[in-house]
């Protein structure tokens, strides 16, 4: 059911408390609370943000925020194995990818606390915890899914892409990547950005939340920021800025056409190396 019509949680009232006094993550209860928060969305139980079930703006469930931050006051510092690999934090890798149907190539750090849908492909990446990815994405090669980052199914995060993270302040929302995306090696997501449904991104955009998003595709440009809208193609670009001691080129991202059938053909390999990933 959508956010709005389901009723609360009884672990957020606990939880919201808890980040206003600390002291008590020392009460039993508080403490089951947070952690069964990283329970729920390491299993997917549990999202941080998620969309209205008409398409309409997402839900970013600050409590649930707050539980993640609290977690690492009670999490202890262990070392962790992973064949020949040793580490020492307090976020361990999940678990049972098998069962989840989940790909995990050699280099693969998946924390504890993220959850990807079955069918996903993790070439060597780093998904942290609060992340959710679904199913048939693929997740190329050094590319970064940061805390609590929203990527819907059918995505492409190509070599090299980064999507930042978000825990502070809570509520504040997350970077959101909609379902069939296909972000181009070396893109930079960050600071909450939403990229819409089918969007491409060229190699080397850059999105930040107050990077110029310019729709060129009219006579008049349109320029916004924060959002890439649906089916968009977007590359890089550059425009002039006059400061105190000069005029210089600074970057934007340059909206220049609508993803067709032609562009849905040239991606279409990322499904065919999906297929032959999982095998049975």
């Known amino acids: 059911m959508p956010p709005c019509d389901r009723p609360p949680d009884p672990r957020a009232a606990l939880v919201d408390a808890a980040f ?14 947070v952690r069964s928060v ?22 970013v469930h600050a409590w649930v925020q707050r539980a993640v931050t609290l977690w690492f006051a009670l999490a202890p510092m262990e070392e962790h194995v992973a064949g020949p690999l040793r580490f020492r934090d307090k976020v361990p890798l999940k678990q049972d990818l098998g069962a989840a149907g989940v790909r995990a190539v050699p280099g693969a750090i998946l924390r504890y606390g993220a959850f990807l849908e079955r069918g996903v492909v993790a070439m060597p990446c780093f998904v942290n915890l609060g992340a959710r ?28 892409v ?33 990229v819409g449904r089918g ?41 002039k800025k006059r400061f105190p001691a000069g005029e210089y080129d600074v970057p934007c991202a340059l909206i220049i056409g609508e993803r067709t059938q032609s562009t849905d053909a040239k991606t279409s390999l990322n ?7 999982l095998g049975a």
């Open 20 to 33: 206003e006094d600390r002291t008590r993550l020392g009460e039993p209860a508080v403490a089951e609370a």
């Open 133 to 160: 990815v679904g199913s048939g994405t693929m997740i190329d090669t050094w590319a970064t899914v940061g805390s609590c980052a929203q990527v819907g199914r059918g995505v492409h995060l190509s070599g090299g």
């Open 38 to 59: 990283l329970d729920d969305l390491d299993a997917g139980r549990l999202r941080v943000a998620e969309p209205a079930a008409d398409e309409g703006p997402w839900t």
């Open 199 to 239: 969007a491409v991104l060229g190699a080397n955009v850059v999105l930040t939340a107050s990077t110029p998003v310019i729709d060129v595709r009219g006579p008049t440009a349109v320029t916004g920021k924060g959002h890439v809208p649906p089916r968009a193609v977007v590359i890089p670009g550059m425009r």
């Open 162 to 194: 980064g999507l930042g993270g978000v825990l502070e302040p809570p509520g504040a929302r997350p970077v959101i990547v909609e379902d069939e995306c296909f972000l181009g090696s070396r893109c930079i997501v960050v600071e909450g950005v939403h």
């Open 271 to 277: 499904e065919t190396l999906r297929t032959f990933a």
